[in-house]
Structure formats: structure tokens, C-alpha cells
């Protein structure tokens, strides 16, 4: 695997991401203010990457502090013997063999990893990193550079199952067709040890021949996506087109992207994600048309000490990256400048965080623990022994009912054409998700209450018997139906929603439901996909 960052001859070697895309220029870093002016000005950049390089500017002042005492160990020495002592053994590159450091040497390079963790403050891997590879201190600059390294090769192997696991659960989501994914910033192989994590992610689906078209924000003020994400997906042959920051919520409206892949620099255990500015409106357009949004990241970058986004510092940046274009200034003089360098977008509009061993869904998670907020249970009802969920305060939350339809259409969205509510409450929650999927509704009734003609079906409930009617007329030939109810049970009333549906002619494209008592296995009954907001 080719590495975008490695260690050299005693230097940090990658390419400077300043020049890009008019030049490939190499960088080598040989002292940790070079490293810190690297990471600053963006010549080294992404969450990984800048972690990456912190390992080995730690590893950078451990080889140096331990070369000075080393030296002026073997001149004491010398001056002790009269100068016939060899002193100790050197390096291949001339320079006296560094071991355990003393405490003034750990000292001095204590204070200049912190300098290194400091230089950019959002990315907790910059900080995990240094950390990381600090633990090693005390066996002296050798084991700190192994260390390093190892992170190196960890990053690499991180992204690579991050990124196909990230391509499968995309897959999941939208199935069957060919893909429009839009990204922002730059996520790929120069951001990271090698491969990348939301761009890896996209280059996975152009491997499998999923992606059609990938739409890059050109991500202000420093266009890293149309610098750097373009001419990384121009190396690897997939189409793409560049498009303004503001564009991309039109985008989504005129149905041009399918999901929306981006990667992070920090996320809180709640699943708050702080990642470059313009992520937040994104998230905020992909809720509102249905469309998934997908945070790819290695685990380094979820930082468990932090219960919340609010808890992120983000970095305030230079008022010329704003002012100026390529050195030319485009702004009044004296312009007052807002220039956060990331923002943080709210869990709940995240539709799964994906890293190297594991899919959160933060969105499900708050909107299953909104859902059991507002539900009653009533123990013997309908009849003794059934506990009852009631989920009629739902309802009342005009808030949470769009967040419930947003979610569905986000799981279905292009499966579906028609949705079918089953009397009564899949009514209520049904006419919100064709409503704000712009599609028709049809009703699953109760015997007597449709004219007719109708088709019928019978079945079985936990405590009884009941049937289900559809007008022969209701629902197209070939139409694709979303079955939707409030509560999925033994199973049985989705069963002959899906047999009615059949029935007339269209396909039953899937069942979702607010709650699933999973006891009962009513899943087990449906051959359709099921999605459940809530499962007790």
C-alpha cells in the first residue's frame, strides 16, 4: 500500500497540499516547527493525516533531544579520557545511537508535543496521536517512532475497512440503482495515511460500478474539494462535477444526489460531528429531501470523553482566506470576516457514522429515545395479559411526526411511489410520509368502511381476528407500496397489508412502522424489508 505520508532518512515525507492541483510538490519536515507550520497553513491536512504527522514530529524532537544529550554525553566522555575514548556507538546517518532519554530531554519534548497538539484544536486525532505515541516516552526516541509508525499503518488499514463498510451500508440504503453521492472538503488518500474515508467510501461504489456521478462542493474559503477531491477523483477516472457550496441543497431538490458522504474531524459519544464548515447546511438540506448522510471516519476520530458537539472547540481562521482569492483582494479594506473552519452538525441529523469496526446510527438512536418519550404503555389492553404501547402523544408532536416520515423516506427513498396506511394510526403517520415524499396515500381499511368493489383479507391478531379491505381501483398496476402502520406485533396485520397490495396488482416495496415489539417476531411473517424506528 502506498503511504501519502512516511518516514525518511530522519524527516517527514508528503506532499504539500498547497500546490495542488497546478503541482505536485514533496514536502520534507525536519523539525516539529516545521511540522506545526505544515499543519497550520494546510500543506499537511485531514483529521488522520495531521494525527499522522504529530506522531512523527514528537518521534522528530525525541531523535533530536536524545542526539543533543547523546552528544554532549560522549564529549564528557571523551574530555574525562583525553580524547581517546571512541565515545559511543553512531546511527547510519553519523549521529551518536539515541536510547532512554533523561528527564530534561523528556521534559523538552513533553513541551513540544503539546505545541504539536495545540496547533490545530478540533481534530482529536491530532491530539489522540500525540498522546498516543507520548506513552512511549520512556523507552526513548526508537519505541516513540515505532509507535508512529504503527499509527501510520493502522490508518491505512482503518480506512480500507471503513470505506467497504461504508460502501455496503450505502448500498442498504439505496439499493438497485445507479448512485449520485455529493462530498465536501477533501477525505481521500491525502487526507489520511492511504485509500481515505468518505472519499474511500466513494471510490469503494466506483469499484463496484455503483456511482454515476460524484458532485464535489468546491468547500470556501480554501476549495479544498475542488483543489483536492477533484483532482483525486480525476486520478481515479470517476466522473464528477464541481459545484458552488450554496448549490448543493438545490441539488438535492432537483435530484441529483442520492447520499451525501463526508468525513469528520471530531465526534462526541452522542453523535454530534464536528467536521469542515458547510457540513451543518448540508445535513440540514439532505434531512429535509430524505437523503442519507453518511460520516466516514476511523474511530481515533470518536472521542468517548466528550458527551456532546458543544463541547468542540472550533477553530477560528485568517480573515485574508476570505478577503482574498489567490492573493487578490476581493473584499473592501477593513471588512470584518466570520471564518470557522468547522462546524458541528447535530446527531440527530446523521444518518450513520461509520468507522473501521462499527455503524452508529445517532439519527435512529435519538429519534427511537424521542419516540419512547412520548409513549405510554397500558398494561391489559385491549384484553388482560397484552401490554399496550400508546402512541397517540406521538401525534401530538408535529416536530417528532415530521422527523418519523423524514426517517422513513430516508430508509426508502426511490423504492417507493404510493404509501398504504393501515387503519387508523398507520393513517396519521402515512399521510406525513407522502406528504413530505410528495407521493399518493391509499388506506387499509376495516370491513364496511370502504364501497364497493373491494379485495379482502383475514388474519390473525394476538388477541382475535380481523380483515383488512383495499379498493380494486385504489392502487395502479406495477405501483411500488409502502406499507405503513404504527405498531408491528405478531405481524399479522402487515402480512395482509402486503397480501392486499398484491392483490391489486402493485408490489409491496417495504413495511415500516414507528414501534416492533420484537417478542412476537413479527418480521419473521413478512417477506419485505421492515424498518422499525423503536424495537422493545
Same mark, same amino acid.
Given at each position: 500500500?502506498?503511504?501519502?505520508?512516511?518516514?525518511?532518512?530522519?524527516?517527514?515525507?508528503?506532499?504539500?497540499?498547497?500546490?495542488?492541483?497546478?503541482?505536485e510538490?514533496p514536502? @520534507?519536515?525536519?523539525?516539529?516547527?516545521?511540522?506545526? /507550520?505544515?499543519?497550520?497553513?494546510?500543506?499537511?491536512?485531514?483529521?488522520? %493525516?495531521?494525527?499522522?504527522?504529530?506522531?512523527?514530529?514528537?518521534?522528530?524532537?525525541?531523535? !533530536?533531544?536524545?542526539?543533543?544529550?547523546?552528544?554532549?554525553?560522549?564529549a564528557?566522555?571523551?574530555?574525562?579520557?583525553?580524547?581517546?575514548?571512541?565515545g559511543?556507538?553512531?546511527?547510519?546517518e553519523?549521529?551518536?545511537?539515541?536510547?532512554?532519554?533523561?528527564e530534561?530531554?523528556?521534559?523538552?519534548?513533553?513541551?513540544?508535543?503539546?505545541?504539536?497538539?495545540? $496547533?490545530?484544536?478540533?481534530?482529536?486525532?491530532?491530539?489522540?496521536?500525540?498522546?498516543?505515541?507520548?506513552?512511549?516516552? *520512556?523507552?526513548?526516541?526508537?519505541?516513540?517512532?515505532?509507535?508512529?509508525?504503527?499509527?501510520?499503518?493502522?490508518? %491505512?488499514?482503518?480506512? !480500507?475497512?471503513?470505506?467497504?463498510?461504508?460502501? +455496503?451500508?450505502?448500498?442498504?440504503?439505496?439499493? +438497485?440503482?445507479?448512485? !449520485?453521492?455529493?462530498?465536501? $472538503?477533501?477525505?481521500?488518500?491525502?487526507?489520511?495515511?492511504?485509500?481515505?474515508? #468518505?472519499?474511500?467510501?466513494?471510490?469503494?461504489?466506483?469499484?463496484?460500478?455503483?456511482?454515476?456521478?460524484?458532485?464535489?462542493? &468546491?468547500?470556501?474559503?480554501?476549495?479544498?474539494?475542488?483543489?483536492?477531491?477533484?483532482?483525486?477523483?480525476?486520478?481515479?477516472?470517476? *466522473?464528477?462535477?464541481?459545484?458552488?457550496?450554496?448549490?448543493?441543497?438545490?441539488?438535492?431538490?432537483?435530484?441529483?444526489? +442520492?447520499?451525501?458522504?463526508?468525513?469528520? =474531524?471530531?465526534?462526541?459519544?452522542n453523535? /454530534?460531528?464536528?467536521?469542515?464548515?458547510?457540513?451543518?447546511?448540508?445535513?440540514?438540506?439532505?434531512?429535509?429531501?430524505?437523503?442519507?448522510?453518511?460520516?466516514?471516519?476511523p474511530?481515533?476520530?470518536?472521542?468517548?470523553?466528550?458527551?456532546?458537539?458543544?463541547?468542540?472547540?472550533?477553530?477560528? @481562521?485568517?480573515?485574508?482566506?476570505?478577503?482574498?482569492? #489567490?492573493?487578490?483582494?476581493?473584499?473592501?479594506?477593513?471588512?470584518?470576516?466570520?471564518?470557522?473552519?468547522f =462546524?458541528?452538525?447535530?446527531?440527530?441529523?446523521?444518518?450513520?457514522?461509520?468507522?473501521?469496526?462499527?455503524?452508529? &446510527?445517532p439519527? !435512529? =438512536?435519538?429519534?427511537?429515545?424521542?419516540?419512547?418519550?412520548?409513549?405510554?404503555?397500558i398494561? /391489559?389492553h385491549?384484553? &388482560?395479559?397484552?401490554?399496550?404501547? /400508546?402512541?397517540?402523544?406521538?401525534?401530538?408532536?408535529?416536530?417528532?411526526? +415530521?422527523?418519523?416520515?423524514?426517517?422513513?423516506?430516508?430508509r426508502?427513498?426511490?423504492?417507493?411511489?404510493?404509501?398504504?396506511g393501515?387503519?387508523?394510526?398507520?393513517?396519521?403517520?402515512?399521510?406525513?410520509?407522502?406528504?413530505?415524499?410528495? $407521493?399518493?396515500?391509499?388506506?387499509?381499511?376495516?370491513?364496511?368502511?370502504?364501497?364497493?368493489p373491494?379485495?379482502?383479507?383475514?388474519?390473525?391478531?394476538?388477541?382475535?381476528?380481523?380483515?383488512?379491505?383495499?379498493? &380494486?381501483?385504489?392502487? *395502479?398496476?406495477? %405501483?411500488?407500496?409502502?406499507i405503513?402502520?404504527?405498531?408491528?406485533?405478531?405481524?399479522?396485520?402487515?402480512?395482509?397489508? #402486503?397480501?392486499?397490495?398484491?392483490?391489486?396488482?402493485?408490489?409491496?416495496?417495504? $413495511?415500516?412502522?414507528?414501534?416492533?415489539?420484537?417478542?412476537?417476531?413479527?418480521?419473521?411473517?413478512?417477506?419485505?424489508?421492515?424498518?422499525?424506528?423503536?424495537?422493545?
Amino acid at each position: 500500500m502506498k503511504y501519502s505520508i512516511s518516514w525518511n532518512g530522519g524527516a517527514i515525507l508528503t506532499t504539500d497540499q498547497r500546490s495542488l492541483p497546478h503541482q505536485e510538490s514533496p514536502l @520534507r519536515l525536519t523539525t516539529v516547527d516545521g511540522v506545526i /507550520d505544515a499543519i497550520r497553513t494546510l500543506a499537511v491536512r485531514g483529521a488522520p %493525516a495531521i494525527g499522522i504527522a504529530g506522531a512523527f514530529g514528537v518521534a522528530l524532537s525525541a531523535l !533530536r533531544h536524545g542526539a543533543e544529550g547523546a552528544t554532549a554525553e560522549s564529549a564528557t566522555a571523551e574530555g574525562a579520557q583525553g580524547g581517546d575514548a571512541q565515545g559511543g556507538s553512531a546511527t547510519a546517518e553519523g549521529s551518536p545511537a539515541v536510547g532512554a532519554l533523561d528527564e530534561r530531554a523528556q521534559a523538552a519534548v513533553r513541551a513540544d508535543a503539546a505545541r504539536i497538539a495545540d $496547533c490545530r484544536p478540533t481534530a482529536v486525532n491530532l491530539s489522540w496521536a500525540v498522546a498516543r505515541v507520548l506513552t512511549r516516552l *520512556p523507552e526513548g526516541p526508537q519505541a516513540i517512532l515505532a509507535e508512529a509508525e504503527a499509527i501510520l499503518a493502522e490508518d %491505512a488499514r482503518a480506512n !480500507r475497512a471503513a470505506a467497504r463498510r461504508a460502501a +455496503d451500508l450505502v448500498e442498504q440504503l439505496c439499493p +438497485d440503482r445507479p448512485l !449520485r453521492a455529493l462530498t465536501h $472538503c477533501n477525505t481521500g488518500r491525502l487526507a489520511t495515511a492511504a485509500g481515505g474515508t #468518505a472519499l474511500g467510501a466513494i471510490l469503494e461504489l466506483a469499484e463496484r460500478g455503483r456511482i454515476v456521478e460524484v458532485l464535489v462542493d &468546491e468547500t470556501r474559503p480554501l476549495l479544498q474539494g475542488s483543489r483536492l477531491t477533484a483532482w483525486e477523483l480525476a486520478e481515479a477516472d470517476v *466522473p464528477y462535477r464541481i459545484c458552488v457550496d450554496s448549490a448543493a441543497a438545490f441539488a438535492m431538490a432537483q435530484g441529483l444526489v +442520492d447520499v451525501v458522504l463526508v468525513g469528520a =474531524d471530531r465526534i462526541s459519544r452522542n453523535g /454530534d460531528v464536528a467536521n469542515k464548515i458547510g457540513t451543518y447546511g448540508l445535513a440540514l438540506a439532505a434531512a429535509r429531501h430524505g437523503i442519507p448522510l453518511v460520516v466516514v471516519a476511523p474511530e481515533s476520530t470518536v472521542d468517548e470523553a466528550l458527551e456532546s458537539g458543544s463541547g468542540i472547540v472550533v477553530e477560528e @481562521r485568517r480573515a485574508d482566506e476570505v478577503t482574498s482569492v #489567490a492573493g487578490t483582494r476581493t473584499a473592501p479594506a477593513g471588512a470584518g470576516v466570520y471564518n470557522p473552519a468547522f =462546524d458541528v452538525t447535530p446527531g440527530e441529523l446523521v444518518t450513520a457514522v461509520v468507522t473501521e469496526s462499527r455503524v452508529l &446510527e445517532p439519527a !435512529r =438512536d435519538d429519534l427511537a429515545a424521542q419516540v419512547a418519550a412520548h409513549t405510554v404503555h397500558i398494561p /391489559d389492553h385491549p384484553i &388482560e395479559g397484552v401490554d399496550f404501547q /400508546d402512541l397517540m402523544p406521538v401525534y401530538t408532536q408535529p416536530w417528532l411526526v +415530521d422527523r418519523l416520515a423524514r426517517a422513513v423516506i430516508t430508509r426508502f427513498r426511490g423504492e417507493f411511489d404510493h404509501v398504504a396506511g393501515i387503519e387508523a394510526r398507520g393513517f396519521l403517520l402515512g399521510m406525513a410520509i407522502a406528504q413530505a415524499a410528495e $407521493c399518493s396515500f391509499v388506506p387499509l381499511r376495516k370491513p364496511g368502511k370502504l364501497p364497493p368493489p373491494v379485495h379482502a383479507v383475514e388474519y390473525e391478531l394476538e388477541y382475535g381476528t380481523d380483515t383488512l379491505e383495499l379498493g &380494486e381501483e385504489a392502487l *395502479p398496476a406495477g %405501483a411500488r407500496v409502502l406499507i405503513v402502520d404504527d405498531v408491528l406485533a405478531t405481524g399479522g396485520t402487515a402480512a395482509a397489508a #402486503a397480501k392486499l397490495v398484491g392483490q391489486s396488482g402493485a408490489v409491496p416495496a417495504g $413495511c415500516a412502522v414507528i414501534l416492533e415489539l420484537t417478542g412476537l417476531a413479527g418480521r419473521d411473517r413478512l417477506s419485505l424489508p421492515v424498518f422499525a424506528v423503536r424495537a422493545i
